[in-house]
């Protein structure tokens, strides 16, 4: 069996999740299923817990709405 990565792995279980259908992976309306931030391939912002960025001085961390 060949490894896959973490982030592929989240999106086969978001296709099981809705029949195999990828616009409906898009549209998921289970925003507390803790996938579902990296659904898409990629982290997304939600407005539970917005994505932390390094600032661009120092290795401060920031919180950023993306909205």
Known sequence: MERITRTKAIRLKCLDCTC???AEVRKCP????PLWRYRM???ENDELKP???K?????????EDLE
């Open 30 to 33: 289970v925003t507390h299923c």
């Open 20 to 22: 195999n259908q990828p």
């Open 51 to 53: 994505i932390r960025k």
């Open 41 to 43: 391939g990629h982290e």
């Open 55 to 63: 600032s661009e001085n120092s290795d401060e961390i920031l919180d």
